[in-house]
T-cell receptor, first 116, second 116 residues
Framework: AQTVTQSQPEMSVQEAETVTLSCTYD???????LFWYKQPPSRQMILVIR??????QNATENRFSVNFQKAAKSFSLKISDSQLGDTAMYFC?????????????FGKGTSLLVTP | DAGITQSPRHKVTETGTPVTLRCHQT?????MYWYRQDPGHGLRLIHY???????DKGEVSDGYSVSRSKTEDFLLTLESATSSQTSVYFC???????????????FGPGTRLTVL
């Protein structure tokens, strides 16, 4: 079974600053993807960024980037130039393929507060 | 936005009563999922479907059943609701390939269920 651990239940950052959210995972699978999802107070789940495990290059999406360390099984999310709209719960998720139904295995989440 | 709706959006029921939640999609995606979200647990997989009448269990399937008679609808049934099933329920859809590409899961708005 895969486990996903987010060790920071809550974090706070000032607007325009940079913050890094941590995620580690445990798996014996070779084929997998990693994701970060954002859940604002509206409760909608929004995909932030995705990383294919076979790619060494770290994924980036505008102000969001990841630091993927495959050997260490670490997948952290960096948010640059934080904005008030980034306030949300952030979930790290793991998906192996082609088995297990391409289902997501989530961490418990990190609540991020961006302050003015 | 992906065309996913969930009904009802809110429900209050009593212990021992049957409850059915509906997920409806207009994207013709093969895979559909039911997750529950509880404080301190993130999202956990209940059941998923990989085609009409093809379903499988997830991590927390006890006390739940599912059915998928049409591509667009995935029903989650609590045969006899218990207070431990008070939660927010999310439906998700995806259409991944064998290599896991196109694996983004799109989530519905969620259903808040309270069992008294």
């Amino acid at each position: 079974a895969q486990t996903v651990t987010q060790s920071q239940p809550e974090m706070s950052v000032q607007e325009a600053e940079t913050v890094t959210l941590s995620c580690t995972y445990d798996t014996s699978e070779n084929n997998y993807y990693l994701f970060w999802y954002k859940q604002p107070p509206s409760r909608q789940m929004i995909l932030v960024i995705r990383q294919e495990a076979y790619k060494q290059q770290n994924a980036t999406e505008n102000r969001f980037s990841v630091n993927f360390q495959k050997a260490a099984k670490s997948f952290s999310l960096k948010i640059s130039d934080s904005q008030l709209g980034d306030t949300a719960m952030y979930f790290c998720a793991f998906m192996s393929y082609p088995f297990s139904g391409y289902a997501l295995n989530f961490g418990k989440g990190t609540s991020l507060l961006v302050t003015p | 936005d992906a065309g996913i709706t969930q009904s009802p959006r809110h429900k209050v029921t009593e212990t021992g009563t049957p409850v059915t939640l509906r997920c409806h999609q207009t994207e013709n995606h093969r895979y559909m999922y039911w997750y529950r979200q509880d404080p301190g647990h993130g999202l956990r997989l209940i059941h998923y479907s990989y085609g009409v009448k093809d379903t499988d269990k997830g991590e927390v399937s006890d006390g739940y059943s599912v059915s998928r008679s049409k591509t667009e609808d995935f029903l989650l049934t609590l045969e006899s609701a218990t207070s431990s099933q008070t939660s927010v329920y999310f439906c998700a859809i995806s259409d991944p390939t064998g290599t896991g590409r196109n694996n983004e899961q799109f989530f519905g708005p969620g259903t808040r269920l309270t069992v008294l």
